[in-house]
């Protein structure tokens, strides 16, 4: 089969975009969760700034990935290649993890809350010692949600000169090579997959 001798011989090429391509996704992830994790703690604090927060990613969520990503290379510091690609999937990720992480943390029961606040707790104890720990899985639902999303969009990056698996589509379309875009879409869905598999996993560990 034409597929599997083309991996035979470009397998270098192929473990190449996917390491690539899973570097992308795995910085992208743990700044996005720091950094969602941070402004969900003001949102706490704050219901105001939270509100706003959510709408301004939201704004940010909605423009075409391919836009954002044209968008970012004229910012100083920015440019072509991985700095700006990992920049714009940060910048996505926060409307899925602050939506998730807000609507976590307050989903807690209110009597909990009360009784917690009647032993004298402060609010910042109670954000971390009750809110969290009892909405561990919404966290987790975010954090899937985010990750999946992430593979999908960093492929575009390919167009910006970030490498990984969206270089195999783009060159296999540019030069009618269909073996190129078929192990494209075979390594991205895999990726896809096995990720949310691993964390639908955890969720379920989670008691």
């Known amino acids: 089969m034409e597929l599997i001798r083309f991996a035979q011989r470009n397998y270098g090429l192929l473990l190449r975009a ?16 720091l950094l969602a994790g941070l402004l969900t703690i003001i949102a706490m604090f704050f219901k105001r700034v939270g509100n706003v927060l959510t709408y301004i990613f939201s704004i940010v969520y909605s423009v075409p990935s391919i836009a954002l990503f044209a968008l970012m290379i004229p910012v100083p510091g ?13 910048l996505y990720n926060q409307f899925i993890l602050l939506r998730n992480f807000i609507a976590g943390l307050n989903g807690v029961d209110h009597a909990i809350i009360e009784a917690a606040t009647g032993m004298g707790m402060t609010r910042t104890q109670i954000i971390f010692k009750v809110r969290v720990p009892l909405s ?7 954090i899937r949600l985010a990750l999946v999303s992430t593979i999908a969009i960093a492929i575009i990056a390919a167009f910006i000169g970030a490498g990984g698996i969206g270089l195999l589509i783009t060159i296999g379309l540019e030069t009618g090579n269909n073996n190129r875009v078929l192990w494209g879409v075979i390594l991205s869905a895999g990726l896809g997959i096995i990720a949310n598999g691993l964390l639908v996993f955890a969720e379920k560990k989670i008691k």
Request: no cysteine; hydrophobic share 60%.
């Open 78 to 90: 920015m440019g072509l290649g991985r700095n700006t690609a990992i920049t714009v999937l940060v």
């Open 18 to 33: 996917l390491s690539e391509h899973t570097y992308i996704v795995l910085v992208a992830l743990v700044l996005s969760v």
């Open 136 to 142: 561990l899985k919404p966290l987790f639902v975010g």
